[in-house]
C-alpha cells in the first residue's frame, strides 16, 4: 500500500490528552487504539478498472460508488471484494467527478464540463438504470461539484457565468433541476473559479448549510450558505493562491462549527507550503494548519464519531490529523485524489489507475 508508517504508529505516540469520541453505531467506540492494529491503514481493493475515479460515496463498510473518467461508476456491496460496473450506458465520452449516495440504491452523479457535456444522472436501483435529468444549456457554465442536504435537497455549482458562481437546485432527490437567481451570490474575482477534483470543492452540514471552495485567483475564498444555496457569504483563506494551478481543492466540515480546508498547487514540480487550514466558526474565519500535509492535497474527510481526527489525499500520499487539523502526519505514500467516510467508520478512497482502498484498523 506504500505507507511510510501506519495510522497505529503515529496515534500511539501523539493522541493528545484531550481526545474524546462517542460511540460509533453498531460499532465498538473508535479510539487511538483502533489504529494500533499492525494492519491500520488503506488496503487496496481490485475494482476491475483503469479509469481515475475523483468521485465518491461512502455509504458504509460494506457499500461504496465511484465515478471517474470515460463514464465510469462503480459500485460494492461486500466491502471492496467485488465490484459492479453500473456505468449509464453512452456516457464513455463523459468525466464523471463527483456522486452522492442518497443510499445504498440510490445515487446522483455529476459530469463536469463546458456546456452540454454537463451533466446529472440519477439512479433509483443500484445502477442497473439511469436517467438523465440535467444537460447543460449554456455554453459559459461548467459544472464541478454537487451535494445533498437530505434525499430530496441538493444543489451543484458552476465555475463563474457573468461574473458570479452558478447553483444549480433540487428539492426532489436530483429528478429535476432549475438554476438559482444570482442576487445573492458576491461576485467571483478575476479568473477565480472552483476544482473539480475530489467532489468536495461544494460540501453540506444539516439541512440548509453548504460551503464552497475556490482558488485560481489572488486569494483562495470559502463561501457559505444557510439557506440552500440562495444567499451567500465569503471570506479570504490563508490557503496559498494568486495562480490558477493554487487554491483550495476541497472541504470537509464536521458539523456547523468545525470545517477544513486542504489544497495547494496541484503540479507535481511545485511546492505546496501552508496548504490546510481549520475554521471554528463555520467558514467565517480560517487558521493556517500549524504542520500541514507536505505536498498538495486533493481530498478530506472528518472521521465519524470523532471531534479530532481527519484524513486528507492527495497523488502523493495520505494524512491524519489528531487535533482538528492543526497538525498533519503522512501515514500512506499512495495516490488518491478523494476520500469519504460513511458513519458505520466504513472510509473509503479513490484516484488514479482504477486505484480503491477502504481504511482497515
Request: aromatic share 8%.
Amino acid at each position: 500500500m506504500g505507507a511510510t508508517s501506519s495510522p497505529a504508529s503515529y496515534v500511539t505516540g501523539h493522541a493528545p490528552a484531550s481526545y474524546a469520541m462517542t460511540p460509533a453505531p453498531a460499532r465498538d467506540p473508535l479510539t487511538a487504539a483502533s489504529f494500533t492494529t499492525s494492519h491500520g491503514g488503506w488496503r487496496l481493493k481490485a475494482g476491475g478498472s483503469t479509469a481515475r475515479f475523483r468521485g465518491l460515496a461512502a455509504v458504509s463498510r460494506t457499500t461504496a460508488w465511484v465515478a471517474g473518467t470515460a463514464g465510469t461508476v462503480l459500485r460494492t456491496q461486500d466491502g471492496g471484494k467485488h465490484w459492479r460496473d453500473i456505468s449509464p450506458p453512452g456516457a464513455d465520452a463523459l468525466e464523471f467527478r463527483d456522486i452522492e449516495a442518497l443510499d445504498a440504491r440510490r445515487a446522483v452523479v455529476l459530469a463536469i464540463g463546458e456546456g452540454a457535456a454537463s451533466r446529472v444522472f440519477r439512479t433509483d436501483d443500484a445502477g442497473a438504470t439511469w436517467t438523465e435529468s440535467f444537460r447543460n444549456p449554456d455554453p459559459r457554465a461548467f459544472y464541478d461539484c454537487l451535494t445533498f442536504f437530505d434525499r430530496r435537497h441538493g444543489i451543484a455549482l458552476s465555475d463563474p457565468v457573468d461574473g458570479k458562481y452558478r447553483i444549480l437546485s433540487t428539492g426532489d432527490g436530483g429528478r429535476s433541476w432549475r438554476v438559482l437567481p444570482s442576487d445573492g451570490m458576491p461576485p467571483a474575482q478575476q479568473g477565480e473559479a472552483a476544482f473539480a477534483a475530489s467532489g468536495q470543492c461544494l460540501v453540506s452540514s444539516g439541512s440548509r448549510d453548504a460551503w464552497i471552495a475556490t482558488g485560481g485567483a489572488a486569494t483562495a475564498r470559502v463561501l457559505h450558505t444557510a439557506d440552500r444555496g440562495r444567499t451567500w457569504t465569503v471570506t479570504d483563506t490563508p490557503l496559498p493562491a494568486s495562480d490558477p494551478a493554487r487554491g483550495i481543492f476541497a472541504l470537509a466540515v464536521r458539523d456547523r462549527g468545525h470545517a477544513l480546508a486542504v489544497g495547494g498547487d496541484y503540479r507535481p514540480d511545485q511546492p505546496s507550503p501552508h496548504a490546510a487550514a481549520v475554521s471554528d466558526d463555520a467558514g467565517a474565519t480560517w487558521t493556517p494548519a500549524a504542520a500541514p500535509p507536505k505536498a498538495y492535497r486533493s481530498g478530506a474527510a472528518w472521521l465519524p464519531h470523532s471531534r479530532h481526527l481527519a484524513l486528507a489525499v492527495g497523488p502523493t500520499g495520505s494524512d491524519l490529523t489528531l487535533d482538528g487539523g492543526h497538525t498533519w502526519h503522512t501515514f500512506d505514500t499512495g495516490s488518491y485524489d478523494t476520500v469519504d467516510c460513511a458513519p458505520d467508520l466504513g472510509c473509503w478512497a479513490a484516484g488514479e489507475k482504477g486505484r480503491l482502498a477502504r481504511l482497515e484498523w
